[in-house]
């Protein structure tokens, strides 16, 4: 059963963890929308525990060391040895009982219910209950590790890119495992062309004058009527970036315009420019330009 919610709620995660268990990171206080992200570490020989049966979606990506798992869940028994790469999916609404033997860092990865919901309706266009994902107890998944790591670097960056690429992350891992792991075969429908021209520039008048804001994805589809996954196919179509990418660089692209008054500090700069404070403007900036702001500003003044 797929709920309207897309706070996920935090008192059910580390919680139901063992005590042998340690919390290394977590994106509870990024405040992102519709994913939690949890990385842990296992330190004791032996780990036995149970997780509840909760409403979101749970991906458990195998980071580092070896180790055996035993595993149960719908009366169905696994058991086998996990090595970095290994994933298990756990679907939601159900209750799984856990048995480790070593000491295996783990990435675990929440999706909201509303995730699953915006994608089954926007995206495949049925109904979010006729949709489910498969149980599985180990796979290889290139692009879920690969999405999970960028998710993990981004969180231990400590945000440098924002809102805006971590949830366009998760919407893209969610059509992804609705697509490969879910019990129904889907046809997404595609458009193709790019944006209109009229659409086009309402998205980039849209993104332009909020760039001191948060942006989100969602919102910037919703201003242009589009699904999230068809507006950043097309956009992308259009542009020959991401809208994430386009948002970064003009933010940069701003924050260079700024840097050429002699009365507004670096820092006031990253702040208008949307960035959460100097030192993530400094990253971006000499990513982008191959110089800092400070560097910049002493060329231009």
């Not at 706070?7 to 995660?13: C, D, E, G, R």
Request: charged letters at 20%; glycine letters at 6%; aromatic letters at 8%.
């Amino acid at each position: 059963m797929i709920l309207q919610s897309n706070v996920i709620p935090q008192s059910t995660k580390i919680s139901d963890q063992p005590e042998s268990s340690k919390l290394l990171i977590s994106s509870k206080q990024n405040n992102w929308q519709g994913i939690l992200l949890q990385r842990i570490y296992y330190s004791a020989a032996e780990s036995k525990f149970s997780l509840p049966a909760i409403p979101e979606e749970l991906l458990i990506i195998h980071l580092d060391y070896p180790c055996h798992i035993e595993r149960s869940l719908k009366g169905k028994y696994d058991r086998g040895r996990i090595v970095p790469g290994d994933i298990t999916v756990v679907p939601s609404g159900e209750i799984s009982q856990w048995h480790i033997q070593g000491n295996p860092d783990l990435l675990y990865i929440y999706l909201a219910p509303s995730l699953m919901e915006k994608v089954a309706t926007e995206v495949v266009e049925v109904d979010p209950q006729r949709i489910e994902l498969v149980d599985r107890f180990t796979l290889r998944d290139p692009f879920i590790r690969q999405v999970g790591l960028l998710l993990l670097g981004e969180l231990e960056s400590g945000g440098v890119a924002g809102r805006l690429y971590a949830e366009s992350l998760a919407y893209s891992l969610t059509v992804h495992l609705v697509r490969e792991y879910s019990t129904m075969t889907l046809e997404v429908n595609e458009y193709r062309g790019g944006l209109s021209k009229y659409r086009l520039r309402q998205a980039i008048e849209y993104i332009n004058e909020h760039l001191d804001r948060d942006l989100k994805l969602a919102r910037i589809a919703a201003v242009v009527g589009m699904s999230q996954y068809h507006f950043s196919r097309l956009f992308k179509q259009s542009m020959g970036i991401s809208p994430y990418k386009y948002v970064i660089h003009q933010r940069v692209e701003m924050a260079k315009k700024l840097l050429k008054q002699q009365n507004i500090s670096i820092t006031e700069i990253a702040f208008q420019c949307g960035f959460s404070h100097q030192s993530h403007l400094t990253k971006i900036f000499h990513q982008l330009t191959g110089t800092t702001p400070k560097q910049y500003k002493n060329q231009v003044i």
